[in-house]
């Protein structure tokens, strides 16, 4: 009981810490140039890979896995960058309600733009699908603030009330709404029947199903699929790269498109299992 105890106790202590240097950085983030809180998020970045090492390895034994022909030198380069790219996205994400649209629009390119228009012009709304790559969460303004799609995304909540609510605050500031993942079904209908941009990020490990991911059978969610199969609305996979100049490019490919075979379970793998190729084929990019 009193290892419980303490372990809960140091759960909150680390929440309340977490809460603390997020308000802080809203704050310090606040007063600064983009120009100069992208160097300070790259900094953060650089020192997080020195410091965080569990989280160091996870990203090396990743790697590892996905690439085993890679060696020693290219993971730690890449993982490195993996750091580095956090830290100019926290930037990014803290300064982007005040990004204004000429400012956001030449930070973007965007490729196959004609599947984003044909796809809204079907009136069933979009499935979204994408990965925590780039800057997702400054895709999802540009989306909103200059292709002039309204945009609500599915998120896990944080573990903790006060971060969830600062995070999502600055979401909303930053031109979309958020749908909390687990109890989002009947807002994610309700957006497709409004003809909405729904994001939906579904990369991480989950227990609704088992599918190939980089050689290795994997925990997937499957409600992108039950959704599809549920409304018709189209399944695009959209990507958010940064670029070596600082700008970012918003990859958008053609539709997932499937020959169903009537029986559920077996069109929700079939769907899932080329989401995950998309997204496999996206991180190999």
Known sequence: MRRKAKSKLKKQIELGFGL??????RAVFRLMSLKTAFRLGTGLGKLAYRIMRSRRKMALNNLQAAFPDWSKEQRETVARGVFINLGCSLAEFMKAPSIGKSRLADMFEIEGKQYFDEVMSGGK???LITAHTGNWELAARY??????HP???????ADDQGTTSLVNDIRNQSGYDVMARGNAAKQILK?????????ILPDQN?????VPFFGMECGSVAGPAVLHIRTGAPL?????????????????????????????DTDVKTIMTLIQAEIEAHIRR
Do not use: W
């Open 125 to 127: 709304g979009i499935l």
């Open 143 to 148: 989306i909103s603030i200059c292709l002039g």
């Open 20 to 25: 603390f240097a997020l308000q802080i950085s």
């Open 191 to 199: 957006a497709l029947k409004q003809n909405i941009v729904v994001g």
């Open 151 to 157: 945009v609500k995304v599915v998120a896990r909540n």
């Open 236 to 264: 695009l996979p959209v990507f958010s790269v940064r670029l070596p100049n600082g700008r970012h490019r918003l990859e958008v490919k053609p539709p997932i498109v499937f020959d169903r075979t009537g029986d559920t």
């Open 206 to 210: 989950a227990g609704d199903l088992y």
